[in-house]
């Protein structure tokens, strides 16, 4: 057996948590190797919707199991909120959960590092989700994180009490008047005490060396998926940096993010959007600021699921696309959400660039540069509603002809299409 792994090809909200939700009858454990609740992962069924942050998406199948592994950062206070939510909407959450101890916490002053320095940034700012992310990776990389497996320590306290002190030397260098700054509707005195009462929910949880659990379930021939978080766009190496989270979104994040050996990752999954989208600052080629831009955006109820912030809507960019499929050694992919594009006269897609003077198809070293200017085909749209369609042939032609260019383009097959945001909506090819 190997691991298989699926993974946003974009900048994220590319719709994993429904891809992970649809496969999941195929696994045995479905497993999150990056990230914390910066990722919203959105999925929908029997007219409920539930929004994931930290959570693998393959809780909604009884007979999975779900690790959350060593490359994940989790904040206790959010995870708390999460499983209530799930418990309320009728899902199970127990034994089927399992955390690994090597995690890393997100402490509720790394939440406050991220605010002030976002805001000291002024106009360069990067568009944090002011989750703690990029502090609490800080605090691991520079070995004076705090583990999951720490909080079962006689010392932890005190531990926590000398990260606090640290992180507070800092943010009063930023910010005198921090007591005011809320998150989650709270100011961060009333945070922090919440934090600190979410800790015992972690302490429930069933906390294992995801590691060695990963390989027993390889050696006992148990099929495990690998879900990513954000996107390919996004990674800490390979993204628009500055622009980018703050761990590797590619497949290569499974190796460390799981304890897995590369020879024993099989299938890549690429999960992308018909058209673009992106939240926050960063460089966007084929960013529409017209009426089209809007229309995205409105049909797709393209709003962040974590931030709520509207995102930027563009055509399709195979460029950068290409790039993510190299990196990521794509097997197979996924195209989601063609039902927003239902009502275009025609439709625009990014085959190359132009960057000083000449045509390109590789993404440049100063991919922050505005100097980048898409060139596009145009292809026919559909005009016609597909939402309720249930398999491929009956599919407008026109759709059809816009996934064999794509096909085309990208040299990976298209497994499926998706046509809306339920389970249900979901045609294989």
Same mark, same amino acid.
């Given at each position: 057996?190997?691991?298989?792994?699926?993974?946003?090809?974009?900048?994220?909200?590319?719709?994993?948590?429904?891809?992970?939700?649809?496969?999941?009858?195929?696994?045995?454990?479905?497993?999150?190797?990056?990230?914390?609740?910066?990722?919203?992962?959105?999925?929908?069924?029997?007219?409920?919707?539930?929004?994931?942050?930290?959570?693998?998406?393959?809780?909604?199948?009884?007979?999975?199991?779900?690790?959350?592994?060593?490359?994940?950062?989790?904040?206790?206070?959010?995870?708390?909120?999460?499983?209530?939510?799930?418990?309320?909407?009728?899902?199970?959450?127990?034994?089927?959960?399992?955390?690994?101890?090597?995690?890393?916490?997100?402490?509720?002053?790394?939440?406050?590092?991220?605010?002030?320095?976002?805001?000291?940034?002024?106009?360069?700012?990067?568009?944090?989700?002011?989750?703690?992310?990029?502090?609490?990776?800080?605090?691991?990389?520079?070995?004076?994180?705090?583990?999951?497996?720490?909080?079962?320590?006689?010392?932890?306290?005190?531990?926590?009490?000398?990260?606090?002190?640290?992180?507070?030397?800092?943010?009063?260098?930023?910010?005198?008047?921090?007591?005011?700054?809320?998150?989650?509707?709270?100011?961060?005195?009333?945070?922090?005490?919440?934090?600190?009462?979410?800790?015992?929910?972690?302490?429930?949880?069933?906390?294992?060396?995801?590691?060695?659990?990963?390989?027993?379930?390889?050696?006992?021939?148990?099929?495990?998926?690998?879900?990513?978080?954000?996107?390919?766009?996004?990674?800490?190496?390979?993204?628009?940096?500055?622009?980018?989270?703050?761990?590797?979104?590619?497949?290569?994040?499974?190796?460390?993010?799981?304890?897995?050996?590369?020879?024993?990752?099989?299938?890549?999954?690429?999960?992308?959007?018909?058209?673009?989208?992106?939240?926050?600052?960063?460089?966007?080629?084929?960013?529409?600021?017209?009426?089209?831009?809007?229309?995205?955006?409105?049909?797709?109820?393209?709003?962040?699921?974590?931030?709520? *912030?509207? *995102? *930027?809507?563009?055509?399709?960019?195979?460029?950068?696309?290409?790039?993510?499929?190299?990196?990521?050694?794509?097997?197979?992919?996924?195209?989601?959400?063609?039902?927003?594009?239902?009502?275009?006269?025609?439709?625009?897609?990014?085959?190359?660039?132009?960057?000083?003077?000449?045509?390109?198809?590789?993404?440049?070293?100063?991919?922050?540069?505005?100097?980048?200017?898409?060139?596009?085909?145009?292809?026919?749209?559909?005009?016609?509603?597909?939402?309720?369609?249930?398999?491929?042939?009956?599919?407008?032609?026109?759709?059809?002809?816009?996934?064999?260019?794509?096909?085309?383009?990208?040299?990976?097959?298209?497994?499926?299409?998706?046509?809306?945001?339920?389970?249900?909506?979901?045609?294989?090819?």
């Amino acid at each position: 057996m190997k691991v298989d792994v699926l993974l946003g090809l974009q900048w994220g909200d590319e719709g994993k948590g429904k891809i992970v939700d649809v496969l999941t009858p195929k696994y045995d454990v479905i497993a999150r190797f990056q990230g914390g609740p910066n990722a919203g992962h959105t999925i929908e069924f029997d007219n409920k919707k539930f929004v994931l942050h930290t959570i693998p998406s393959g809780i909604f199948n009884k007979n999975a199991t779900n690790l959350i592994g060593n490359g994940v950062i989790i904040d206790p206070f959010v995870i708390r909120k999460e499983i209530n939510m799930l418990r309320t909407g009728g899902v199970e959450v127990g034994d089927n959960l399992l955390v690994s101890k090597k995690a890393h916490l997100i402490l509720p002053t790394h939440r406050l590092l991220d605010a002030v320095y976002e805001k000291s940034k002024g106009k360069k700012k990067i568009g944090s989700t002011l989750k703690g992310i990029g502090p609490a990776y800080t605090d691991k990389v520079s070995r004076n994180g705090l583990r999951i497996g720490d909080i079962e320590r006689g010392d932890f306290d005190e531990r926590y009490r000398l990260a606090r002190e640290r992180h507070m030397f800092i943010i009063r260098h930023y910010e005198k008047d921090f007591e005011t700054i809320e998150f989650d509707g709270l100011p961060f005195t009333e945070y922090e005490k919440a934090w600190t009462e979410a800790l015992s929910g972690l302490r429930a949880l069933k906390k294992v060396n995801s590691e060695y659990f990963i390989d027993n379930s390889l050696k006992s021939g148990r099929s495990i998926l690998a879900e990513g978080a954000q996107g390919t766009m996004l990674d800490i190496d390979f993204g628009s940096y500055p622009y980018v989270t703050s761990s590797n979104t590619t497949a290569a994040g499974v190796c460390n993010g799981l304890g897995v050996a590369p020879r024993n990752v099989g299938n890549v999954f690429g999960i992308f959007k018909a058209y673009c989208t992106r939240v926050g600052s960063g460089p966007f080629p084929t960013e529409l600021f017209d009426n089209d831009g809007q229309q995205l955006r409105d049909i797709g109820r393209e709003y962040g699921s974590t931030t709520g *912030r509207p *995102r *930027r809507c563009g055509w399709l960019d195979l460029p950068a696309l290409k790039y993510s499929i190299m990196l990521n050694g794509v097997t197979e992919l996924m195209m989601m959400k063609a039902d927003v594009l239902n009502e275009f006269d025609r439709l625009n897609v990014a085959t190359k660039y132009e960057y000083q003077g000449r045509q390109i198809e590789e993404i440049p070293f100063e991919s922050t540069s505005i100097g980048i200017k898409p060139i596009y085909e145009s292809l026919a749209g559909w005009k016609a509603d597909i939402d309720h369609t249930n398999n491929y042939g009956s599919l407008p032609k026109e759709l059809k002809n816009y996934v064999s260019f794509i096909e085309g383009h990208l040299g990976v097959p298209i497994k499926i299409v998706s046509m809306g945001p339920d389970r249900t909506q979901t045609i294989y090819r």
